[in-house]
């Protein structure tokens, strides 16, 4: 669920002084004023409030939208800066045209944010030799509601030709505290198309708390955390470092950033943080090998363009892709990291389970070309590739409602029956203020009768349904939040699962801040936006410990 980006400390560094006021939409406004400096805070002090990549075809624009009529955002696979996408800008009719991101909730009042992206001129700017190759961009912070307020908060002069990185800081006023925000990429002097990647934003946060137990410390069973590049480095590396023995990959192991094209791989994402769980001795849980999501086009793709079928030739086809991806990462881990390999669990297929067909099983790609026999084929694959040592899951979503347990204890005996190697399943957790916990207590006690091992791989436990948005976060709501998962991590740790791990560092790194659309207020996880400690740490620190 989101997005690989840059190392806080290049953003720190690169970092300009504060910029110029926002240009208004009229085309001639005054000059602005500008603002006095203010101290850089150290690097450490940095925590990332905004990460956004376009590499994941699934995420999509991962929430950036239009900004003015006619204008239209869509994720480029075509000359990304980083990875393998970038956010493609057309239609622009006004020089204040371009993309927009809603960011309320993570910038802060009285605070001052360094910002960087990288930027180009996309069709338009172009391929014409008497077309204009270049044009100056610049990054907006805007504030409605009450006063409406612009900052420009960085401006470069770019081309059509190679990406140029835009960067800049903005302290924000003290009394701004209420209000909607939106950070948006704009232009001066062109109307050619824009390309956008690699967006950062970060703020200083206060130290990390030192006067309160380490969750880790509080049990044996491991404790896991998602994780991208930004965590890994500042205040957010020491947050992980105190709390959590285990690392998942939010998005850099999965197959779209690793294999993008058919024998071209990128391990770079990846290796950022296995390299990191080397270096503090920590493990990993991998993240993941079949999906229906994630995987590129070109796996169901034949040499000549047209769709797999389930004709032999194509099925055999897409089983020797399946195995080729699986035995390249395995050789990876093993050229790399040797003995040192801190993967020592796979997720080997995610979310199978579809509870309104028939047979139960989500009618992907994959099951339309292979059957369900694709499930443990790959089960079988893997552990020819990974070895005995390494765990086997089969992770999905929902295991607590009724429809989608019985889907998965069918699926989990057709797969024994079959002689699958699956060794565990990985329930992902993602619930809700409301959520039975009951129901949970009922899933474990199922397939620790059915004889599996389990782990909690994905928690978070939302503030509201999916379908609302917040106007505030309420100390009530924060307490019962941390009841609920109170409760539930004593029901998991009754369960003795092989680990629990939530899914993300801190509230602002959360998927379902734009899941299924913008919602900047949701607080899922158990640290807030300043890395602080909420009701839900405590909640989870006592279900630890009974």
Known sequence: MRRPGLILGVLALAAAALALLLLLRDPAPPAPTPAPPTPTAPTEALTGVLSTGFDDPDQGTTGWEPLGEGVGVERSGQVPAVGTGSLLVTGRTETWHGAQVDVTGVVSPGVRHTVTAAVRLGQGGGDDPGEQRHGQVQLTLQRTGGDEQFWHIASAEVTADAWATVTGAVELPADATDGQWRLYLESTDTLADLRLDEVQMARPTPPVQKDIPALSAATDTPLGVAVAG???????????????????????????????????????????????????????????????????????????????????????????????????????????????????????????????????????????????????EAFAIARGVFGPEVTLYLNDYDTDAPDRRRALLSLLDDLRTAGAPVDAVGHQMHLRLGSSVDRVNDTLDAVAAAGFRQAITELDVALTPADQQLSAVTAEQLDAQGDLVEDLVDVFMAHDPEFVSVWGLYDTRSWLRTWPRDRPLEAPLLFDDELQAKPAYRGFLAGLTG
């Not at 390249?328 to 997720?347: C, E, F, I, K």
């Open 230 to 376: 930004q965590d890994l480095s500042g205040r957010p590396a020491e947050l992980l470092l105190r709390h959590f023995d285990q690392l998942t990959a939010e998005n850099a192991m999965k197959p779209a950033v690793v294999q993008p094209v058919e024998g071209e791989f990128d391990f770079e994402p990846m290796d950022q943080i296995l390299d990191f769980a080397v270096a503090h001795d920590l493990t990993v849980h991998g993240h993941t090998l079949v999906w229906h999501k994630s995987t590129p086009d070109w796996f169901f793709t034949s040499p000549d363009g047209r769709p797999l079928t389930d004709d032999p030739a194509d099925q055999q086809l897409l089983r020797d892709r399946m195995r080729a991806h699986l035995q390249a990462v395995a050789d990876h881990l093993t050229t790399r990291y040797g003995a040192d390999n801190p993967v020592d669990s796979w997720d080997v297929v995610n979310e199978p389970l579809d509870p309104t067909q028939p047979d139960g099983l989500r009618h992907s790609r994959w099951y339309d070309i292979l059957g369900p026999d694709y499930i443990a």
